[in-house]
């Protein structure tokens, strides 16, 4: 029926669940068997175990098959395949260069190159990958099989829910099988069914078993054994069933007669697949080589690994075949090879004892080394955990290390987090030592940038990464590493408002600077000495800091590698500033940063620094100019950036600024409930930074829908905030908007008025004149109502004379027109 309607262009997902050995992949079989005879496009995707930390690893491997490559192949002769296969989409010349980068297939100049960020590459990557499938589903119908998602990587999650999105409205079946501890985000959706396997009853338990046997005749007796022993569970009632009927068969029993008892039905699936191995003879040993490789093998990985003659060797595999343990794909040394199912793989790996086992995996990854160097490059996770299975932890290390900063140039940072986690904890097996420490401060490093990547700038994890990564710096007096570390320490703990950590940090970096000469940690101080003052409130020393940076910044030689964008002094400076300019008056200056950082953020090409930028320089300097529509652009595109590359901490910024940009329209209350539900997850992460101008954000808002009494609790919140943080960046604003608030409901003038002036001192104390501006103009106000037209236009004019640009800005607008009035 889903089919009929999939051909129909209503695109079907089916989400096939149900435990080990139910029959979910003996369901897709039945699919492809009954429409085999009908026009269609087959697709089939396989999760594995070993690769859920390997980016895209079912894609890669479905674009291999599709595209016939061997593993003999040259590059050249998979490039010609990889031609033939896309030609048949008429792919565009950037999408056959991304999936040739994608199977790490250098173009040789066949495709054009595309200088591309990790990110970018990331995002176009899917995106082709996603036209590929329309340009297929417009030939044709399209069924796609994605097996035992419980083990999918994240990049291909992603991928598949961008395509269970996509196929709405394609000529598309899509059967998706996992194990029940998957939760499928797709519930619910229209296009989407949800399909539950039980287990068999008595009388399909007795029907299968007959349909296995055939021609074989069994006694009553022991068909009935086996269905109460398999419990219902397809696999196991087939693998019992074959391994009763193989012992009939070699002990020719006499089964008109024979009882359970006499028949030897085993006791579990695991002795059922264990006494099936054992009757294989020599053939078992091959299928415990197979097993260790993993649950797919090749053809010439085995025959690298096993003892055995070529002409023996097939025989073997013939056997393992025809037994229905293995499946074959592909003809002669070119084959792939399927374990029927993981609890087969699981039962043949299983029969290995310890030390064997361990020699087994350590001599796969020594050929996979030598042999197949292009493989080894392509997958270190699977070198990686082959090393480890071998006890040979210093040489797992190196590989998960590998593997994870692949996993990162490509932007699959939830993969590079998983691959360096292995191998931190891998060295737990290490001595104590230097080679111990030194691997250490490799991963913990490359961690943190991942870290940051994911969770954000304040998630506990990325604070204990930094720190000891920095301990291990001290030790080694590794400068590049102390540099990387001390800069993510150090936004750690003031995007938590830790004011000590911060003063004692940049200390760090000054005296390393004066130590080294370095003046990667000259601008590292600078930095630190800037985002600190700002804290402070000291905007004229942040200014200084600042601009320090942009006349000493070179490119060429201060500028981080990809991999390391998490920090860049010169992104940093031009954020700020645009923010810092903007407080002291100087509104064009501002917008001219603002525009530089954005430029600046695009040649630089990494989603992190975008969404920092597109967070102060853009959203946040275009709130404090009470431009509510370019709130709204800067952040949708934080939020889309967020969601394309897994920026958790950046999403919750973007949604909150949404939120505030939504309720400065007509939809107040739904703009209410987003900056709410968003900042307390700010406030869940325990981020600081920007939380007391985004409590101002909220108060005003609320005032706005009429709330000034829950708005004077919010101003109330900031003021604590700010004490608990030593925070005095917006303290002339938080006492200007109490004021407002104290006016609205009714307060005494008394108390307004105190409030104002104070907001004026401190003002005027930070050179901060447009906060300077605002409060003259809150107190202006207030003393023209009561009649004191003559102290307000005194207070008001001589503070609007000074400023020299920003005449269009809304502040000073308003302030002409109250002068104006005065006069």
Known sequence: HCWQRAKGIEGQVILLVGEPGIGKSRITVAVLEEIANEQRTHLCYFCSPHHSGSALYPI?????????????????????????????????????????????????GRFPTFDLSPQQRKSRTLQALVRQLEALAGREPVVMIFEDVHWIDPTSLELLDRT???????????????????????????????????RLGQRDGV????????????????????????????????????????????????QSTASSASLGIPATLHASLMARLDRLG????????????????????????????????????????????????????????????????????????????????????????????????????????????AGQAARAIDYWLIAGKQAAQRSANLEAIDHFSRGLKALEALPLGSEKDW????????????????????????????????????????????????????????????????????????????????????????????ITAMYDGSFIAASHEFETILSLYDPDRHRPPPVLYIHDPKISALAYLAILKWILGQSDTARGLAIEALR???????????????????????????????????????????????????????????????????????????????????????????????LCMLATTLQKSGAAESALAVVAEAKDQAACHCEHMWDAEVERIEAEMLEVCARS???????????????????????????ALGLAK?????????????????????????????DLTQARQLLDKLH
């Open 60 to 108: 890669i491997r479905q674009l291999e098959r599709a595209a016939e490559m061997s593993p003999d192949d040259d590059t050249s002769t998979k490039l010609d395949k990889l031609e033939t296969l896309l030609a048949a989409t008429s792919s565009a010349a950037e999408d056959c260069s991304l999936v040739s980068d994608l199977l790490s297939l250098p173009s040789s």
């Open 164 to 198: 269970v999105e996509r196929i709405r409205m394609l000529p598309v079946l899509l059967v998706v099988t996992f194990r029940p501890e998957f939760t499928p985000p797709w519930s619910g959706q229209p296009h989407v069914s949800m399909m539950t396997l039980g």
């Open 207 to 254: 029907a299968l078993v007959e349909h296995v046997l055939g021609q074989q005749d069994l006694p009553a007796e022991a068909i009935q054994g086996i269905v109460e022993r398999t419990d219902g569970v397809p696999l196991y009632l087939e693998e019992f069933t074959k391994a009763v009927a193989e012992m009939c068969a070699e002990g020719d029993h006499a």
């Open 282 to 389: 020599a053939a078992k040993n091959v299928a415990q080589i197979a097993a260790v490789i993993g649950r797919e093998f090749s053809h010439d990985l085995l025959a690298a690994v096993a003892p055995y003659a070529a002409t023996e060797l097939r025989a073997f595999i013939d056997q393992l075949t025809s037994s229905g343990m293995v499946f074959r794909r592909g003809t002669a040394a070119d084959s792939l090879y399927l374990f029927k199912h993981a609890l087969v793989q699981d039962a043949a790996y299983n029969t290995l004892l310890r030390r064997p086992r361990q020699q087994l995996h350590g001599k796969i990854a020594r050929t996979l080394e030598e042999l197949f160097p292009g493989r080894a490059a392509r997958e270190p996770e699977v070198l990686a955990h082959h090393f480890a299975k």
């Open 439 to 530: 691997k250490e401060l490799a991963l913990q490093t490359a961690l943190g940038t991942a870290l940051i990547s994911v969770h954000g700038y304040a998630a506990s994890q990325t604070g204990a990464a930094y720190a000891r990564a920095r301990i291990l710096c001290q030790k080694f007096g590794d400068a590049a590493a102390l540099h990387a570390t001390l800069s993510g320490e150090f936004v750690y703990h003031f995007v938590r408002g830790d004011r000590a950590m911060m003063r004692r940090l940049t200390k760090e970096a000054r005296r390393t600077a004066e130590r080294t000469g370095d003046d990667a940690f000259q601008l590292a101080g600078h930095r630190m000495d800037g």
């Open 600 to 694: 600046y953020a695009e040649e630089l090409k990494q989603a992190n620094l975008t969404a920092h930028v597109r967070t102060y320089a853009g959203a946040g300097l275009h709130e404090l100019l009470g431009e509510a529509s370019a709130v709204r652009r800067h952040a949708d595109a934080i939020v889309a950036l967020a969601d394309q590359h897994s920026l958790h901490y950046w999403r919750l910024n973007g949604l909150f600024l949404r939120g505030w940009a939504i309720a400065q329209g007509a939809s107040v209350e739904e703009g209410l409930a987003v900056m709410r539900q968003n900042l307390r997850a700010r406030s869940a992460l325990g981020v600081s930074w920007y939380h007391v101008r985004y």
């Open 749 to 775: 003038t008394v108390e307004c008025e105190a409030r104002f002036q104070s907001a004026l001192v401190t003002a005027r104390r930070q050179s901060a004149k447009s906060f300077e501006l605002r409060a």
């Open 782 to 810: 207030l003393w023209a109502e009561h009649g004191r037209g003559d102290e307000a236009r005194d207070l008001l004019w001589p503070l609007y004379e000074s400023f020299t640009e920003g005449f269009n800005t809304r």
